[in-house]
């Protein structure tokens, strides 16, 4: 389990600041109005699209250094973009709920 939670962290350092610039931005879009949900949720979905294109084809060799690790890339990105998802997710509904009830 230690050797797992090296791999996804290694695999996840490189974008850690890219994702959490785009779940910055998304917060922000929420602050605005409450419908721009989806617009945030689409700015999350772009960001992820851009780390998988970004890693498929400017980095690709790193991909050996999983495989050989016993583990596939499918799976690696299954658990670097779960997590981060679920705290957009949590940081989202958060920020409509204080919002709703006029704190923020």
Not at 24 to 43: D, E, R, S, V, Y
Not at 79 to 88: G, M
């Amino acid at each position: 389990m230690q050797n797992l939670r090296i791999l996804v962290w290694q695999f996840y350092k490189p974008f850690l600041y890219y994702n959490l610039f785009f779940t910055c931005f998304g917060a922000f879009l929420l602050f605005g109005k409450t419908a721009a949900f989806i617009l945030a949720l689409a700015a999350k979905m772009v960001s992820y699209g851009g780390m998988i294109f970004y890693q498929h084809f400017f980095n690709k060799q790193q991909y050996f250094y999983y495989r050989n690790a016993g583990r596939p890339v499918r799976q690696m990105y299954v658990y670097t973009l779960t997590p981060d998802f679920f705290i957009f997710l949590i940081l989202s509904f958060l920020i409509i709920t204080l919002k709703q009830y006029g704190i923020c």
